[in-house]
C-alpha cells in the first residue's frame, strides 16, 4: 500500500480541527460557563492537560492503545514512539499522522471531566488524576475498540468516540463529582455562567472542530468521511433546536447556554454513529438527544444529587452511551444507514455488551484512582479558598479579568 496525498492532506488538517476543540475551544466554552473568579484555573487545567497528554502519549500511552496482539491492553514495542519509521503507514496515512491524530482524542477525553471537578479541586490533583486515568482507563479502553482489542473482535462500533471518548469521561465525572463533593449550597443555590458570549464562542469551535473528530475518523477524504460530517452537522443542529424548544416552553425565554448545550449534546450522542448511519438517523439522534440529555441534567442534580458542575455525565456520558446503543438500529438500510453486517438485535446486544463494559471499568478504576489521590495529596480546595478567593487567586494567583 502507498500514502495517499489528499488522505494525509485531511487527516493533518483534522488533527489540527481536534486540537483545536480543546484548546481553545473547550477552555472558553467551559470558562464562560463557571464563575469569573474561577475561569482562569479552568483554562489552565485545559492546558495542562493538552501538555501532559501528549507527553503521555509520545512515551507509552499509543503503544499501549495501538500495538500488538493482546485483547485487553498493548504492548510497550512502540514505547517513545520506537520503531516507527517516517515510511511507516496506517492505512494510507502515515503513522505518525495517526499518532498525533489519536493523540487529539486522549487530549480532549480528560479536557471534558474538567466540566465536573470545575471551581473546586486542586491543580495538582488534576496533574495526578490526568496522569492515571490515561494510563489506566483510556489507553485500555481504546486498545479495546480501536486497537483490535476484544470488543473490536466481538463487532463493538464506535466509529468516532462514543465509547472511548464520551462513555469514560461521562462515567468518570460522575464519580469523582460524586467523591469532590458539593459546592457550597448546591443544588439550591445555582450559579450562572459568567459569560455566556465565551460560551458561544466556545460552543462554535467545538461545533466546527468535531467535523474533524468525526468526518477525520474516517481516516480518509472520501464519501464516509462526507457522509459522516453531513450527520454530525444535522444531529448538532437538531439537538439544539431541540433543547431550545424545551427551554422556550419551560422559561418563556430561548437561552443561549440551552441553545449551545444542546448541539454539543448533538455532536456527543452522533460521535459513535457518525460513520454507519445517514442523513435520516442524525436527525433521529439529535432529536432524542435533545430530548433525553435534557432531561438528565436535572435527574443528576435533583434526584442523584451529584454536584457534576457543568454537566459532562448528563451531556456527554449519556449522549455517547444513547448514541452506541442506537448505531445498531439507525445503521440499517431502514433508516438510510450504510448498512451492518450483523442482524439488528445482535448488533444491538453488542453494542450493549461495549457500553456496560467500558461503563463499569471506568467507574471501578476511576475510584481507585480517587481514593489514591484523597490518600495522598488531597483532592479539594480549602472552603476559604473556594467560596472567597476562588482557583484564579487561591490556585494560580491571577485573576481574569483586570478591571
Known amino acids: 500500500m502507498t500514502i495517499n496525498f489528499g488522505h494525509t492532506a485531511w487527516i493533518l488538517t483534522s488533527t489540527a480541527l481536534v486540537l483545536f476543540m480543546t484548546l481553545p475551544g473547550l477552555a472558553l466554552f467551559y470558562g464562560g460557563l463557571v464563575r469569573s473568579k474561577n475561569t482562569i484555573s479552568v483554562l489552565a487545567q485545559c492546558f495542562l492537560i493538552v501538555a501532559l497528554t501528549s507527553i503521555i502519549w509520545v512515551v507509552m500511552g499509543y503503544s499501549l492503545s495501538f500495538s500488538g496482539e493482546g485483547l485487553y491492553i498493548g504492548n510497550l514495542d512502540k514505547f517513545f514512539l520506537r520503531n516507527i519509521k517516517i515510511t511507516n503507514l496506517t492505512g494510507e496515512i502515515p503513522e505518525l499522522l495517526f499518532v498525533i491524530f489519536q493523540m487529539t482524542?486522549?487530549?480532549?477525553?480528560?479536557?471534558?471531566?474538567?466540566?465536573?471537578?470545575?471551581?473546586?479541586?486542586?491543580?495538582?490533583?488534576?496533574?495526578?488524576?490526568?496522569?492515571?486515568?490515561?494510563?489506566?482507563?483510556?489507553?485500555?479502553?481504546?486498545?479495546?475498540?480501536?486497537?483490535?482489542?476484544?470488543?473490536?473482535?466481538?463487532?463493538?462500533?464506535?466509529?468516532?468516540?462514543?465509547?472511548?471518548?464520551?462513555?469514560?469521561?461521562?462515567?468518570?465525572?460522575?464519580?469523582?463529582?460524586?467523591?469532590?463533593?458539593?459546592?457550597?449550597?448546591?443544588?439550591?443555590?445555582?450559579?450562572?455562567p459568567h459569560s455566556p458570549v465565551l460560551v458561544m464562542i466556545g460552543a462554535s469551535m467545538l461545533w466546527v472542530g468535531w467535523f474533524g473528530f468525526n468526518a477525520g475518523s474516517a481516516l480518509a477524504a472520501n464519501g464516509n468521511a462526507a457522509m459522516a460530517m453531513?450527520?454530525?452537522?444535522?444531529?448538532?443542529?437538531?439537538?439544539?433546536?431541540?433543547?431550545?424548544?424545551?427551554?422556550?416552553?419551560?422559561?418563556?425565554?430561548?437561552?443561549?447556554?440551552?441553545?449551545?448545550?444542546?448541539?454539543?449534546a448533538g455532536l456527543a450522542t452522533v460521535t459513535p454513529a457518525s460513520g454507519y448511519i445517514g442523513p435520516m438517523g442524525g436527525i433521529i439522534?439529535?432529536?432524542?438527544?435533545?430530548?433525553?440529555?435534557?432531561?438528565?441534567?436535572?435527574?443528576?442534580?435533583?434526584?442523584?444529587?451529584?454536584?457534576?458542575?457543568?454537566?459532562?455525565?448528563?451531556?456527554?456520558?449519556?449522549g455517547g452511551i444513547l448514541g452506541t446503543l442506537l448505531t445498531g438500529i439507525l445503521a440499517t438500510d431502514t433508516f438510510g444507514g450504510l448498512?451492518?453486517?450483523?442482524?439488528?438485535?445482535?448488533?444491538?446486544?453488542?453494542?450493549?455488551?461495549?457500553?456496560?463494559?467500558?461503563?463499569?471499568?471506568?467507574?471501578?478504576?476511576?475510584?481507585?484512582?480517587?481514593?489514591?489521590?484523597?490518600?495522598?495529596?488531597?483532592?479539594?480546595?480549602?472552603?476559604?479558598?473556594?467560596?472567597?478567593?476562588?482557583?484564579?487567586?487561591?490556585?494560580?494567583?491571577?485573576?481574569?479579568?483586570?478591571?
Open 230 to 264: 453531513l450527520v454530525t452537522h444535522s444531529s448538532a443542529a437538531t439537538a439544539s433546536l431541540t433543547w431550545m424548544s424545551i427551554d422556550w416552553y419551560k422559561n418563556g425565554k430561548p437561552g443561549l447556554i440551552g441553545i449551545v448545550t444542546g448541539m454539543v
Open 105 to 192: 482524542f486522549a487530549i480532549i477525553t480528560p479536557g471534558l471531566i474538567i466540566g465536573a471537578f470545575a471551581e473546586r479541586i486542586k491543580f495538582s490533583a488534576v496533574f495526578l488524576f490526568t496522569l492515571l486515568w490515561i494510563i489506566f482507563v483510556y489507553t485500555p479502553v481504546a486498545h479495546w475498540v480501536w486497537g483490535n482489542g476484544w470488543l473490536a473482535k466481538k463487532g463493538v462500533l464506535d466509529f468516532a468516540g462514543g465509547l472511548v471518548v464520551h462513555t469514560t469521561a461521562g462515567i468518570s465525572s460522575l464519580v469523582i463529582a460524586y467523591f469532590l463533593g458539593k459546592r457550597k449550597g448546591f443544588p439550591k443555590i445555582t450559579h450562572p
Open 285 to 318: 439522534l439529535g432529536l432524542l438527544s435533545g430530548f433525553i440529555c435534557y432531561w438528565s441534567v436535572g435527574f443528576v442534580k435533583f434526584k442523584l444529587k451529584i454536584d457534576d458542575s457543568l454537566d459532562v455525565f448528563a451531556v456527554h456520558g449519556v
Open 339 to 403: 448498512g451492518i453486517e450483523k442482524s439488528t438485535f445482535d448488533q444491538t446486544v453488542t453494542q450493549f455488551i461495549g457500553i456496560i463494559s467500558i461503563a463499569f471499568f471506568s467507574l471501578f478504576i476511576t475510584i481507585i484512582i480517587v481514593k489514591i489521590i484523597q490518600a495522598t495529596i488531597g483532592l479539594r480546595v480549602s472552603s476559604n479558598q473556594e467560596e472567597f478567593d476562588g482557583l484564579d487567586l487561591g490556585s494560580h494567583g491571577e485573576k481574569s479579568y483586570n478591571l
